[in-house]
T-cell receptor, first 114, second 113 residues
């Protein structure tokens, strides 16, 4: 039972354009969401997060939007750069109060072409 | 600040053999996690420690997997006997007690043949 889903396995965009990565979840008890970036042969690194009490969080070129009614969040990268090419994981905290127990999506591989 | 350290980075073993992975978390981080990432999937939590106590091990296959964190710092994850489906990256991570951000190590890649 996949509670966090990233339905697009891959995405390719041109340098300078916007990248939009999507994530859907099924559990309405999830109250904290994160995006991690992973380069080959490295561990995931934290990118940006959002609490369920907000609908938007911005950090430089990265913005995460949360639509609770649709159980959907998205990560926008503007402008996209070749160094952004990586696997992006969406993750959710399961609402039990244990913020360390993350449930991850399958990941989306982003390729930014020069 | 040093990151989460893991060893070995790569290991190939035959099925039914045993393997152990070691992790040293970020200094001062009381919470330590072991995640399993199978190719094409997202990481899945196996076990979570706070200091040397287990917080959550609900997804740890306890018939073959074991983990310990004896002094509340380093941790080891052991698999015995290994199965083909255990081939994965084993990610150790840590966080402070009050922090929402989890920091991952580079992972230990296991191939079971």
């Amino acid at each position: 039972d996949q509670q966090v889903k990233q339905n697009s396995p891959s995405l390719s965009v041109q340098e300078g354009r916007i990248s939009i990565l999507n994530c859907d979840y099924t559990n309405s008890m999830f109250d904290y969401f994160l995006w991690y970036k992973k380069y080959p042969a490295e561990g995931p690194t934290f990118l940006i997060s959002i609490s369920s009490i907000k609908d938007k969080n911005e950090d430089g070129r990265f913005t995460v939007f949360l639509n609770k009614s649709a159980k959907h969040l998205s990560l926008h990268i503007v402008p996209s750069q070749p160094g952004d090419s990586a696997v992006y994981f969406c993750a959710a905290s399961d609402g039990s109060g244990n913020t360390g127990k993350l449930i991850f999506g399958q990941g989306t591989t982003l390729q930014v072409k020069p | 600040e040093a990151g989460v350290a893991q060893s070995p980075r790569y290991k190939i073993i035959e099925k039914r053999q045993s393997v152990a992975f070691w992790c040293n978390p970020i200094s001062g981080h009381a919470t330590l996690y072991w995640y399993q990432q199978i190719l094409g999937q997202g990481p899945k939590l196996l076990i979570q420690f706070q200091n040397n106590g287990v917080v959550d091990d609900s997804q740890l296959p306890k018939d073959r997997f074991s983990a310990e964190r004896l002094k509340g710092v380093d941790s080891t994850l052991k698999i015995q006997p290994a199965k083909l489906e255990d081939s994965a990256v084993y990610l150790c991570a840590s966080s402070s007690v009050s922090g929402n951000t989890i920091y991952f190590g580079e992972g230990s890649w296991l191939t079971v043949v």
